[in-house]
């Protein structure tokens, strides 16, 4: 009777997952693990938030595993060391795993094949559509600008749709040990898990995507974000899901899942971007802890900016809008640096990614692959524009539901109660340019 062993990263799922679908062919029973690493707490990333989505989704993927007569081994400890202990008590012959682009998981597979060398089989089509490093452009090791990448990334082959195992037969007697999340999460957390993360998907319609993405009160987005980061959805089943729909909306939709791809592929080859500038500018940060807290609380005095951070305090999760809105001010308007902003968008995401966040931070902040660095967004033009009847701020901002329409964006005007704005309307992009060196 042989054994393998299938170690879940960020592939919680059953359907289309490479891992799993190998750790089946190539052995007559499979353990499907996962390692709770410390050194994912001891570098901070383990947020109340996550920590929350990540408890419910290993619930729902060991329900899943039941139903088909397996069931989810947890371990504690570092994940080479976990593997080879369960490898012996098992007699597991291989080891699968899924490819990942972080210096975190570049060092979990480097201590994984000093145990197991050719028994380990690292699968680079899990995570992403195109696989980082499948596409480079001539010369280079990774492409720096997305539009070429874009394109390139839509003639790339690939693999097929897998389908989730109807039966698994795993070894009697492997330990377990017990995950519950620790600490106070937001209260608007989703919960997490492939079972709804496919309901979610199911009732998502792509048709309007593209039209109303970036309306903020429409909140027309798919929302599947955090359940691709743990890997409850296949992006690879999403693309070829959407690709079948005729329109712009599924266009648009499938564009953003290159975005992910782009950003995995630059930090795969720049695994130090995470951490610094990936064009260094040399910026001359401004600093000030009270503009940053401000910033955090939802309080600069500009309410498109306040109900942004506001939705992700309750919510770990924010309009992609938001996002690029609350980023740019906090790096071009109080001209603070981005990785503060990182840091905090960290901290509260329940889809908070490294390669994603990181690069979209460096991509507003200028430092990035943007191709127009010195780009800011006003906030009140933006607000005027995608949020034009206030619907959005007052949702998130309820102190300033009584002022009517548009006039919700300047309550300097009508409300003496708001903070007022911690920089002055007509200096919006005055510091930025003061700045730059």
Same mark, same amino acid.
């Given at each position: 009777?042989?054994?393998?062993i299938?170690l879940?990263?960020?592939?919680?799922?059953l359907?289309?997952?490479p891992?799993l679908?190998?750790a +089946?062919?190539?052995?007559?029973?499979v353990?499907?693990?996962?390692?709770l690493?410390?050194?994912?707490?001891?570098?901070g990333?383990?947020a109340?938030?996550?920590q929350?989505f990540?408890a419910?989704?290993?619930?729902d993927?060991?329900?899943?595993l039941?139903?088909?007569?397996?069931?989810?081994?947890?371990?504690?400890?570092?994940p080479?060391?976990?593997?080879a202990?369960?490898?012996?008590?098992?007699?597991? !012959?291989s080891?699968?795993?899924?490819?990942?682009?972080?210096?975190?998981a570049?060092?979990?597979?480097?201590?994984?094949?000093?145990?197991?060398g050719?028994?380990?089989?690292?699968?680079?089509?899990?995570?992403?559509?195109?696989p980082?490093g499948?596409?480079?452009p001539?010369?280079?090791?990774?492409?720096?600008?997305?539009t070429?990448y874009?394109r390139?990334?839509?003639?790339?082959?690939?693999?097929?749709?897998l389908?989730?195992?109807?039966t698994?037969?795993?070894?009697?007697g492997?330990g377990?040990d017990?995950f519950?999340?620790? !600490?106070?999460s937001?209260?608007?957390?989703? +919960?997490?898990g492939?079972?709804?993360?496919?309901?979610?998907?199911?009732?998502w319609?792509?048709?309007?995507y593209?039209?109303a993405h970036d309306?903020?009160a429409?909140?027309?987005?798919?929302r599947?974000?955090?359940?691709?980061?743990?890997?409850?959805?296949?992006?690879?089943?999403?693309?070829?899901h959407a690709?079948?729909?005729?329109?712009a909306?599924?266009?648009?939709?499938?564009?953003q899942?290159?975005?992910?791809?782009?950003h995995?592929?630059?930090?795969?080859?720049?695994?130090?971007?995470?951490?610094?500038?990936y064009r260094?500018?040399?910026?001359h940060?401004?600093?000030?802890e009270?503009?940053?807290e401000?910033w955090r609380?939802?309080?600069?005095?500009y309410?498109?900016?306040?109900?942004?951070? +506001?939705q992700?305090?309750?919510?770990?999760w924010m309009?992609?809008r938001?996002?690029?809105?609350t980023?740019?001010?906090l790096?071009?308007?109080?001209?603070?640096?981005?990785?503060?902003?990182a840091a905090?968008?960290l901290?509260?995401?329940?889809?908070?990614?490294v390669a994603?966040?990181?690069l979209?931070?460096?991509?507003?902040?200028?430092?990035?692959?943007?191709?127009?660095?010195? +780009?800011?967004?006003?906030?009140?033009r933006?607000?005027?524009r995608?949020d034009p009847? !206030?619907d959005?701020?007052?949702?998130w901002?309820?102190?300033?539901?009584?002022?009517?329409?548009?006039?919700?964006?300047?309550?300097w005007?009508?409300?003496?109660?708001y903070?007022?704005?911690?920089?002055?309307?007509?200096?919006?992009?005055a510091?930025?340019?003061?700045?730059?060196?």
């Amino acid at each position: 009777m042989t054994v393998s062993i299938a170690l879940f990263t960020q592939d919680l799922r059953l359907h289309d997952n490479p891992v799993l679908h190998a750790a +089946r062919t190539a052995a007559d029973q499979v353990v499907p693990l996962f390692v709770l690493d410390p050194a994912v707490e001891a570098a901070g990333f383990a947020a109340p938030n996550r920590q929350a989505f990540l408890a419910d989704c290993l619930e729902d993927l060991d329900a899943s595993l039941r139903r088909i007569g397996s069931r989810l081994t947890v371990r504690r400890g570092e994940p080479a060391e976990q593997t080879a202990r369960l490898a012996a008590e098992t007699g597991a !012959g291989s080891v699968h795993v899924a490819a990942g682009v972080s210096a975190f998981a570049h060092r979990r597979e480097a201590r994984l094949r000093a145990v197991f060398g050719e028994r380990l089989h690292v699968h680079d089509a899990s995570l992403t559509v195109v696989p980082a490093g499948r596409i480079t452009p001539a010369g280079r090791d990774h492409y720096a600008v997305f539009t070429p990448y874009h394109r390139a990334w839509q003639q790339a082959p690939r693999r097929t749709v897998l389908a989730a195992p109807r039966t698994l037969a795993t070894p009697d007697g492997v330990g377990s040990d017990t995950f519950a999340a620790e !600490g106070p999460s937001s209260p608007g957390v989703p +919960r997490g898990g492939e079972t709804v993360a496919r309901r979610r998907w199911r009732a998502w319609d792509p048709d309007g995507y593209a039209d109303a993405h970036d309306d903020l009160a429409a909140d027309a987005t798919s929302r599947l974000s955090p359940y691709l980061h743990f890997g409850c959805l296949s992006p690879t089943e999403l693309a070829a899901h959407a690709l079948r729909h005729d329109g712009a909306g599924a266009e648009a939709f499938v564009r953003q899942l290159a975005w992910r791809d782009f950003h995995h592929q630059v930090l795969a080859a720049r695994p130090d971007a995470a951490r610094y500038d990936y064009r260094t500018k040399d910026d001359h940060w401004h600093h000030d802890e009270e503009e940053a807290e401000a910033w955090r609380r939802g309080r600069t005095g500009y309410p498109i900016i306040d109900a942004g951070m +506001r939705q992700l305090a309750h919510e770990g999760w924010m309009h992609n809008r938001a996002r690029l809105l609350t980023a740019s001010f906090l790096a071009k308007t109080l001209y603070l640096d981005w990785r503060i902003g990182a840091a905090h968008f960290l901290a509260l995401l329940v889809d908070g990614d490294v390669a994603n966040n990181q690069l979209n931070w460096q991509w507003v902040a200028g430092t990035g692959t943007d191709t127009r660095p010195n +780009r800011v967004l006003n906030p009140l033009r933006q607000a005027d524009r995608y949020d034009p009847a !206030g619907d959005y701020v007052r949702r998130w901002v309820p102190e300033l539901a009584h002022l009517p329409g548009p006039a919700v964006h300047r309550p300097w005007l009508l409300d003496g109660d708001y903070p007022p704005p911690i920089v002055a309307p007509e200096e919006l992009t005055a510091r930025f340019r003061r700045g730059r060196p």
